[in-house]
């Protein structure tokens, strides 16, 4: 391990982890790219390298983080150093694109909800209760800071009520939630090592192009099962049919954006044009429901053709 990998890394993944405490706006988004540097240096160096320089790194980080007064970022970085290594693992296995991120997602699942069931048994809380208090808390922060400006009386109640419906609507979806967070950032780090690992000149697996890639034709019984439990049933099956169906629609909403990059590329679109478009999608919310009914009816409409030319 050079003295020269060490420190880059370092750097690297400290910026990305403390992003989301020093950066307005966009240190949240930039804090997911945490694992990039421990997948750039697992698979530049091996599995066996990858792993004592991810470890050297965190208790560099852990060190810094506690002398500054952001402990919490140690447990960040232990999640996100494990998956790069992991991402480093799957890519090296040549697997497909939607196998590597179903794995990785599970596996980073798994480790966070090991996470937060000993923080919340180190606090006497079960798991949700303290994701509960958690929210309750900030909000209530928030309440304080707006009430400080000089707000009425009545606005304040309102703002409280509103608060109340946002923390136990969070609280109910809060599983798919971190389902979809977990693909989502997944996802991200397998889209810009691509470019890292050109630019570096390491092999990087030869996924299917992305501008064809398609949700399972058998999701679509997920959609009809889960709409007939919203709407039809009650209780604690309702909030499963939920948390099940937000998934389901996300990895529709991903079949949308690749028809969409399907098109940018046949009509070879220009970057700056593109870039305002990404930037629409994610600032609409209805193109993001678009794209996701787009992606849900795309087996029966076929919008790029390829299911037409794979049967000719």
């Given at each position: 391990m ?8 370092v ?16 240190g ?32 560099i ?22 998956l790069?290594?992991a991402?480093?693992e799957l ?9 590597t991120?179903?794995i990785?997602t ?9 996470f937060l ?13 303290m994701i509960?208090?958690?929210?309750q ?11 400080q ?14 608060a109340k ?7 109910n979806?809060?599983?798919?939630l ?5 693909g989502?950032?997944?996802?991200l780090n397998?889209?810009?090592a ?6 570096r ?10 501008d064809?890639?398609?949700?399972p034709d058998?999701l679509?019984w997920?959609?009809?099962?889960s ?10 099956i ?5 948390n ?16 969409i990059l ?16 990404y ?6 919310q ?10 849900l ?6 919008f790029r ?7 000719g």
């Open positions: 050079k003295l020269k990998d060490l420190l880059g890394c750097g690297c993944a400290a910026f990305f982890l403390l992003a989301s405490a020093w950066i307005p706006l966009f949240p988004f930039l804090s997911l790219l945490a694992p990039l540097p421990f997948l750039y240096y697992s698979t530049k160096l091996g599995l066996y390298q990858g792993i004592k320089i991810a470890a050297a790194t965190m208790l980080i852990g060190l810094f983080a506690k002398l500054i007064g952001f402990p919490q970022v140690i447990l960040f970085g232990v999640e996100f150093s494990l790069g290594i991402l480093s890519m090296r296995r040549r697997l497909s694109l939607g196998q991120i179903f990785a599970a596996f980073m699942l798994a480790l966070g909800i090991c069931f000993f923080i919340a048994l180190s606090e006497n809380l079960g798991p949700f209760e509960s208090k958690y929210l808390g900030h909000l209530r922060e928030t309440i304080n800071a707006y009430e400006t000089g707000i009425t009386k009545e606005n304040a109640l309102e703002l409280e009520v509103y419906v946002f923390v136990d609507t969070v609280s979806v809060y599983p798919s971190m389902i979809v967070g977990t989502f950032a997944v996802w397998i889209v810009l691509k470019p890292l690992f050109r630019i000149r390491l092999e990087y697996p030869k996924f299917a192009p992305m064809r890639w398609q949700a058998g679509v997920g959609v009809i099962v709409g007939f439990a919203l709407f039809f049933l009650s209780g604690g309702k909030l499963i049919a939920i099940v169906l937000i998934v389901i629609m996300a990895a529709y909403l991903f079949h949308g954006l690749s028809i399907f098109f940018l590329n046949k009509y070879k679109i220009p970057s700056w044009m593109r870039i305002g478009i930037f629409l999608i994610i600032v609409q209805l193109f993001l429901a678009v794209l996701a009914l787009a992606g009816f795309d087996q029966w409409i076929d053709k390829i299911h037409r030319r794979a049967e």
